[in-house]
């Protein structure tokens, strides 16, 4: 299995404009966790999913922060309009139901407002 | 107060040395886990526990319910275990994780 799959790695725009991350959950995995990283917060919550359905939102900062599952494989985060303070590092991660089964995590988005 | 404490929350260690990591939180929870972060990159799960101990090559976890605490314990340290590890919580058969600050080990030659 490929892991979880972020895209893009990285990611520079300029306030104002739109942003869009994009993520593929393992095969199987009915969670998905989209997380925010940066020096000041640590790992936080922004949303997650079970089964395509947002279960908590209560994390996203505001309502520039919007995400959507249209189906099993496939994720996306996007932030309209972007500001300096969103620069961090987005993760996300997925998971099988049942508390026997552990989080893998994507290699992030890195993501850059100027 | 954080609901998931680490410490210390920098390290630094001579190659070959024994190291441990300690996590309390003050949450139930139905289980802990030990991620491992290398500057610049990904998360990588090391060990999903909730209870006991767990090995895996050079790491060791334990978790003590009752206590609410658990440690993770790096035995002969290398330069490339030199990472942030990341204690983390997760409740309810949801599992929605819940985060340490993280502890910054540097591991010199």
Known sequence: ?114 | KNEVEQSPQNLTAQEGEFITINCSYSVGISALHWLQQHPGGGIVSLFMLSSGKKKHGRLIATINIQEKHSSLHITASHPRDSAVYICAVSRGSQGNLIFGKGTKLSVKP
């Not at chain 1, 359905?53 to 249209?70: L, N, Q, T, Y």
């Open chain 1, 1 to 114: 299995d490929a892991g979880v799959i972020q895209s893009p790695r990285h990611e520079v725009t300029e306030m104002g404009q739109e942003v869009t991350l994009r993520c593929k959950p393992i095969s199987g995995h009915d969670y998905l966790f989209w997380y925010r990283q940066t020096m000041m917060r640590g790992l936080e919550l922004l949303i997650y999913f079970n089964n395509n359905v947002p279960i908590d939102d209560s994390g996203m900062p505001e309502d520039r922060f919007s995400a959507k599952m249209p189906n099993a494989s496939f994720s996306t985060l996007k932030i309209q309009p972007s500001e300096p303070r969103d620069s961090a590092v987005y993760f996300c991660a997925s998971r099988r139901s049942g508390t026997a089964y552990g989080y893998t995590f994507g290699s992030g988005t890195r993501l850059t407002v100027v």
